[in-house]
């Protein structure tokens, strides 16, 4: 077994570009979470100190034991190709493999629940600002894993200062995409991100940062600067409650409403009834129609007397009389009235 694990180790690291499959060969050992979540305790009613409690049984790791716990998860990730491609090894049997697939594996979850705390402090920077702690954590979780799968030990460095990286950008990825409701791009939400850390930095040391100051700051102009801050502000509902004035609330789209604009749904329904109208005029000859839309204003404004109507089309009144009777009975058919009958138009 350690002949194998010294094979594995001494291998040429992969590229960067060829360790792209590696995230899906790793799965921590899920057996243990039952574990991790029963160990610390009862539960209470603060979830966020219920999850930190059961954190607390996990020891930090030297630089020494974290090159160990790599080395365990590079020789297990090996092993697990041996089986996968059936390679054939003297003086070395598929239990072997197998155990050391199961070291490979333990030892991921090892580094993994070692380092759950640092993904704890690094989502303490990014509350309030659209996603629950516990999601952000959760967010920052999934980064941890996929450090852990990328994790090459041979570079010398922590695993602590690869992994945040890993963290903060499954966090960033998650707030970008989820603390939104109107979703905003990945380059619009880094801009923000700095006009704000600038604020905050500003208000920390007592200084008030003017629109100018900020945009020499993040290296922005003042007219993109003013975009980026509208941009964060908050979305309402339109049925959100606010107050009324009178002691109650009531819903923020009637504070929106134009007393004297027409409401929508009454200015649609004339809208339809119209179009139907002229539709059902349409069947008419061409000078039955005119005189009907005449009389009754249907084109606009009030309807016309007959006198006005018989002086536009050049007859007497009583003809304008007679054509007037002659639509209207027409109209009445059910292959006219019927389409008029919804809007509950008296034919």
Known sequence: MADLIHEANDRTPSPPAAVASVPETFEPNIRDWPQLLTAGGEFTDDAVADYLRRLSQYDLLTAEQEVE?????????????????????????????????????????????????????????????????????????????????????????????????????????????????????????????????????????????????????????????????????????LDGPVPDGKGGTEALAEQLLDPSEPDAAELLFHQQLKAQVHAVLGTLEEREAGIIAMRFGVTGGAGNTLDAVAKAFGMTRHRVRQIEATAMEKLKQPSRSNALRQYQFDC
């Open 69 to 237: 716990l790599a080395q365990e998860i590079e020789a297990g990730l090996f092993a697990e190709q041996l089986l996968v491609d059936g390679t054939s090894r003297v003086g070395q049997d598929i239990a072997e493999l197998r155990t050391i697939v199961l070291l490979g594996k333990r030892a991921g979850d090892a580094l993994l629940h070692a380092n759950l705390r640092l993904v704890v402090s690094i989502a303490k920077h990014y509350t309030h600002r659209g996603l629950d702690f516990l999601d952000l954590i959760q967010e920052g979780n999934l980064g941890l894993h996929r450090a852990i799968c990328k994790f090459d030990f041979t570079k010398g460095f922590r695993f602590s200062t690869f992994a945040t990286l890993f963290i903060r950008g499954g966090i960033l990825r998650a707030l970008a995409n989820q603390a939104r409701l109107i979703r905003l791009p990945a380059n619009v939400v880094d801009q923000l991100q700095k006009v704000r850390s600038a604020q905050r930095t500003a208000a920390m040391t007592g200084t008030l940062c003017s629109k100018e100051d900020l945009g020499r700051l993040t290296n922005n102009s003042i007219e993109n600067v003013e975009y980026l801050l509208t941009l964060d502000n908050p979305v309402d509902s």
